[in-house]
């Protein structure tokens, strides 16, 4: 079983800065992808940036130039740096691991709330 404890999320002004954090724990397989996913009030989760164990990432196009993913394979720990926030980034973001396809696990979500 593996569980994905999220942090970071808060309230922060247009313009600025916050950093997501996602520790993976439990029985986790080498070989993944570890995600982010947003969902805001009234819209489809999305897809927000994805890292691969090797290091091979994507982004959504709302949040390419603004949005860096990455991961610490030996802490199991995915980070989302989040800056030049926008009031349309504001959304519970969700954390995802992937392995063998099938297996996909889910983080509690935290809530990221852009607004002056």
């Known amino acids: 079983q593996v569980q994905l404890v999220e942090s970071g999320g808060g309230l922060v002004q247009p313009g600025g800065s916050l950093r997501l954090s996602c520790a993976a724990s439990?029985?986790?397989?080498?070989?993944?992808?570890m995600g982010w996913y947003r969902q805001a009030p009234g819209k489809e989760r999305e897809l927000v940036a994805g890292?691969?164990?090797?290091?091979?990432?994507n982004y959504a196009d709302s949040v390419k130039g603004r949005f860096t993913i990455s991961r610490d394979n030996a802490k199991n720990t995915v980070y989302l740096q989040m800056n030049s926030l926008k009031p349309e980034d504001t959304a519970v973001y969700y954390c995802?691991?992937?392995?063998?396809?099938?297996?996909?696990?889910w983080g509690q979500g935290t809530q990221v709330t852009v607004s002056s």
């Open positions: 995802k691991l992937t392995y063998s396809t099938k297996y996909n696990y």
């Open positions: 439990g029985s986790v397989f080498n070989i993944n992808v």
């Open positions: 890292i691969t164990s090797g290091g091979s990432t």
